[in-house]
């Protein structure tokens, strides 16, 4: 049986004197988010995922995603690209490795409990490094409705399916598949 994910909190001080990139990097997209101009930019469909490109601060790629109830981005990298997201509404939940592979790679370990599991509810948000793994899942019952920075700009996905307790490379999207 799975564990119930944990909580994650808002980053009590992202921006920071010293901060690290990654928590300046949550800091923008926080930012970003409280924007009155910026949510209005997504349109909402009832069963599909949606999104929409967004200019970013300091030539940041940026996204704003919807989801509805049950769907899910399925296992992927991000190309090499650090990120960040935010979550403005709704309910998501990440799925991760037990850490952050330090080198890109085809295959993935989860934990023997499967994986770690954390909970992201409006105003929390997530950075992360060049080889982070991860399934992102709208779990509540409304619409959940997110940001997310990517830098440098995405250069691919590269897509994992599971088998048992280990994720596999079984494809590589570029650019044209998202924009
Ligand atoms: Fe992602």
Request: with cysteine; charged share 20%.
């Amino acid at each position: 049986m799975l564990a119930s994910p944990t909580q994650s909190r808002p980053d009590p001080d992202p921006a920071a004197p010293g901060a690290s990139p990654r928590r300046r990097l949550l800091a923008r997209a926080a930012e970003l988010a409280r924007d009155p101009a910026v949510r209005p930019q997504l349109h909402l469909e009832a069963d599909v995922r949606t999104w929409a490109r967004i200019d970013g601060p300091d030539g940041c790629e940026a996204w704003l995603v919807g989801w509805p109830p049950g769907t899910a981005t399925g296992w992927h990298d991000h190309g090499g690209a650090s990120g960040a997201f935010t979550v403005l509404e709704g309910l998501l939940e990440e799925h991760t490795p037990a850490a952050e592979p330090s080198r890109e790679t085809d295959t993935v370990r989860l934990p023997p409990g499967g994986p770690h599991r954390r909970a992201l509810t409006p105003g929390a948000g997530r950075a992360f490094g060049p080889h982070h793994v991860h399934d992102v899942l709208s779990t509540g019952t409304v619409h959940a409705v997110s940001l997310h920075l990517y830098a440098p700009a995405l250069p691919s996905m590269r897509r994992f399916a599971a088998h048992g307790g280990l994720l596999r490379l079984v494809d590589v999207e570029h650019p044209g598949a998202w924009t």
